[in-house]
C-alpha cells in the first residue's frame, strides 16, 4: 500500500487582517524550520494569499485556498477560480467544507464541480465531507458520509490529486469531537470510497491536548484544524503529534 505523510493543514476561514495574519504566517514558518514529518498547510483568506505566501517562501509550509468557483473565469461576482488560487501560489483548495455546504447551500454536484475544477488548475482537493448531529444520533453517520463522497468525488480521483476531510458538523469549532473509536470507525469507512493511497483527515475541534490521541489512529492521515490554526505554537503543537 501506498505510504501516506500526514497532512496538517490550518483553515484559517474568516480571520486574519495585515498584521496579525503575517505575523501568523511568520511564525509557523519560523517554527517550521525544525524538524517534522509531516506535510503542513496554511490556507488563509483570499486577501491575503500573495503576502502569507510570501512570508511562507523558503520554508516548506504550502499555502491552499479556502474554496474555489468551478469555472475558470467568468461573471460570478465575489468568485475566485481554482486557476487564481494557483496563480497566487497555491497548491490546494479547500472544497465542500460544512460551512460552504450549510450556509451557502452547496449540493454534493457543486462540490464534484469544484474538485473538478481544482485539478484542471492543478490543485489537491481536500474535498470535506461530515454529519449533522442528529444524523450521528439516527445512527446513519455513515451512510451520510458515504453518500457524501458519491455525489463529490469524481470518478477519476487519484491519491495525488486528493485529499479527504472528516469533518462532523457537530464537531467544529464546538469543543466537541468523536471518540477515537468513532472516527477509526468512519476513517475506514471512507477508506473504502477512496484510491489507495489517499490521506484522510480528521477535522473538527482538533487541538494540542486532543491532537496526538486522534492523529495515533491507523486511518488518520493528518489534521484540518480550524480554531487552533490562528496560534502558531497550537498549529506547530498539533504538527508536532503528527
Ligand atoms: P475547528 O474547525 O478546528 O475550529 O473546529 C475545523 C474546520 O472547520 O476545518
Redesign the pocket.
Known amino acids: 500500500m501506498a505510504e501516506r505523510k500526514p497532512l496538517v493543514?490550518g483553515?484559517w476561514?474568516m480571520n486574519g487582517r495585515p498584521a496579525d495574519g503575517l505575523a501568523l504566517a511568520r511564525g509557523v514558518a519560523e517554527r517550521a524550520r525544525a524538524p517534522h514529518r509531516c506535510d503542513l498547510l496554511v490556507c488563509p483568506p483570499f486577501t491575503l494569499l500573495a503576502a502569507v505566501g510570501e512570508a511562507l517562501s523558503g520554508s516548506d509550509v504550502m499555502l491552499g485556498g479556502q474554496d474555489c468557483h468551478s469555472a475558470p473565469s467568468g461573471a460570478f461576482t465575489g468568485c475566485i477560480s481554482a486557476e487564481m488560487l494557483k496563480d497566487a501560489g497555491c497548491s490546494h483548495a479547500?472544497v465542500g467544507?460544512?460551512?460552504r455546504r450549510h450556509t451557502c447551500g452547496e449540493t454534493d454536484a457543486d462540490v464534484r464541480a469544484k474538485t473538478l475544477a481544482a485539478w484542471r488548475a492543478g490543485l489537491v482537493a481536500i474535498v470535506?465531507v461530515g454529519e449533522t448531529r442528529a444524523e450521528r444520533e439516527a445512527g446513519k453517520a455513515i451512510e451520510i458520509v458515504g453518500a457524501q463522497l458519491a455525489g463529490s468525488l469524481p470518478d477519476e480521483a487519484s491519491a495525488d490529486q486528493l485529499v479527504v476531510?472528516y469533518?462532523p458538523v457537530w464537531?467544529?469549532?464546538?469543543?466537541l469531537t468523536p471518540t477515537t473509536a468513532d472516527i477509526a470507525e468512519i476513517h475506514a469507512a471512507i477508506r473504502r470510497h477512496l484510491p489507495d493511497g489517499t490521506r484522510i483527515l480528521y477535522?473538527?475541534?482538533?487541538?494540542p491536548k486532543n491532537a496526538a490521541e486522534i492523529l495515533a489512529l491507523a486511518e488518520v492521515d493528518g489534521?484540518?484544524?480550524?480554531?487552533?490554526?490562528l496560534k502558531a505554537d497550537d498549529f506547530w503543537a498539533i504538527a508536532q503529534a503528527a
Open positions: 493543514a483553515n476561514k479547500i467544507h460544512s460551512e470535506c476531510a469533518e464537531a467544529i469549532g464546538t469543543g477535522g473538527g475541534s482538533v487541538n489534521a484540518l484544524v480550524g480554531g487552533a490554526s
